[in-house]
């Protein structure tokens, strides 16, 4: 390299090469050498060197390859030298030192030379010593110089737009890598490596930094991604996943990527991609999918994520041959809650329902909030069905506990309807029928249990669809028609009210009792019209009763929750339609029940407050039955309660129901209501309520319901 001899090496190849000494000869003249010529003919230059005197014989090629004519450059290493690039010159050199110590295999290196015309060429040289003195001393190196001056003009081309991608890469907020697979190294940009919190030397250009901080439930997809577009499946490859930041946190990123360069065999060599900051829009997607499947009061799955869990659920008992239980959960008498204490502790009640729920089961079922006060739970993997009881009554149980709001206790039940896959039902919609059926059984029952879906059940809700059907037509088709109950003051005997009672007399199954049918036309909505046909009727029978058998005449009508909720239900209509007939209000009085007064709104309020202006009267049906609070009792304007007939049914003179029947009256008379006792079936029980100083009394010991027209004859005979 220099005109000083070369350094000795301090271990050389080991066995000298079968090539004589430097002969000095030019390479087209050197005839005992073909090689020289043969080197010369492949269209490198090539270049033959005495490493002892500095001599160095160039190749016509060689010499052309810079602009030169043949023997313009002179025969020596220094002609060389003084053409080479000085920045590298350094590199040749210490390349060079480092073959002859025997460092290196070859002598190989890439350096630019200066042309005759000034300009520089990019030139790949590689040589070898061939001989060597006794000594080991290095006498004579050959080589080639192959012009490379295209492909590195290529390569700075090529690096020079993949460095201005990158750039507009990184410029639009994107870190990049560009992972050489073979030689497993992976370059991270500044941006990329600066986006998880690090600095540029804290992190290896290995595909490990990246890989080792990938989340690793994210792990799986991300080497499926990547491997599918490996194998040519996918055009490019696109993952979401997270990666752990130097502080710890995880940042969710898009990274895509495409394959740039692959070996013949269609290996991949090289791939180049981004990441892409997609925390924000994941964190959204989290918030909207939290509000989209869960119930943010209770912070259980809604209605929407049971169906998915549900339908994942069959399928995967369908394949493992196991069985699941659907329950329907309803808290009794909850609106009482809202009423009494406000929406605020309804809401702290149904968080902490919601948590006892989530208690009594494993952490594989699940509980979810359907809405209001309704839960559902999905027990999943049960082997065998008869296990469930000691659940269920867990849950009653749970759900019986006293519930502590602030400086308010209260106390709620649960009903549960329960149907099993696949015993009951395979489909979705099918479970949740038999469940809602199941459930109307244990509230119908009492509440505070739990009722397994039978087939019978099944039955009872076809029969209940049929009527339902039949029961559009009743109305027109003047089905329908009222009994009346007369109603005895118990002082004195005295007949002038009576409790209008509706029959449906089905073309084929005969007379329907109400209780059959009114909790249908409750569920369509039917009860609205047939309630306003009982009204007419009852008002037009009051008129001809106040002529013919009491000029005080008063007639019940009974009244349905659903009238109060529904907008046709008027008070007015009822109260102008009164009017209209030259009626007094004190003519009919309104039998209501408490879930009217406990789902009351400021409508209910309004209405009752009409009916009292224009004299309308209002009882409070089975009373003692439910929530029975003295609060609605003075809160809303009752003029009567109505015992239920479960008082006086056991009525005796030493039994507790006597107690209560004594305590309601005295409970009444004191907030100023009178007392109608219903159920009356013999002389005791009459005499114990009047005892009592029950004011009215109804029952089959006085008269079963009878037609308007029994009635008359009824009364004309007891006078
Ligand atoms: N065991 C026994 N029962 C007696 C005795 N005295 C009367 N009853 C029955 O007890 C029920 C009293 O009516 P309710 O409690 O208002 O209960 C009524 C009421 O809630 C409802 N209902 C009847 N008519 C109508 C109506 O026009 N509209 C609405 N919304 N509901 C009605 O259907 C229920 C059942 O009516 P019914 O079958 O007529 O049954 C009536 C009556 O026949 C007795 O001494 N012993």
Redesign the pocket.
Known sequence: MTDDPPPSPSTGPSAPLPVRAWSGALFEEDADNLWKLALEGSGAGAWDWNLVTGEQIHSRRWQEMLGYEVGEIPHTNQAFVSRLHPDDLARVTQTFTAYLAGKAEDYTADLRLRCKDGSWIWVHTRGMVVNYAEDGKPLRMIGTHVDITQRKLAEATLHESEERWKLALESAGDGVWDWHIQSGKEFLSKRLIEMYGFTEDELRSHPDELDNRTHPDDLAQLAQDRQAHFDGLTPTYTNEHRVRCKDGSWKWVLTRGMVISRDAAGHPLRMIGTHTDITARKNAEALVRQHAYFDPLTGLPNRRMLRDRLEQEIKRSRRDNLQLAILFIDLDHFKAVNDTLGHDNGDLLLAEAAQRLRQCVRESDTVARMGGDEFTILITELTHTGGLEPLLEKLLQSMAQVFQLGTEQMFVSASIGITLYPLDGTEVETLYKNADQALYVAKGAGRNRYSFFTPALQEAALTRARLATDLRFALGAQQFHL?Y?PIVELATGAVYKA????RWQHPERGVV???AF?PIAETSGL?VE??DW?FAQAARQVQQWRQSVHPQFQIS????PVQFQHARTQSETWVQRLQTQGLPGECLTV?ITEGVLLDSNAGVTAKLLEWRDAGIQVAL??FGTGYSSLSYLQKFDIDFIKID?SFVRDLHAQSTNFTLCKAMVAMAHALGLQVVA????TAEQRDLLLQAGCDYA????FA??MPAEALVDWVAARA
């Open positions: 009994l109950q409790e209008a009672l509706i009792s109400p209780a009114i009860i047939i309630g009982v009508i009974n009244s349905s039998e049906d089975d007939q219903e159920g009356v079936e109804q029952g089959y010991w079963r319901p």
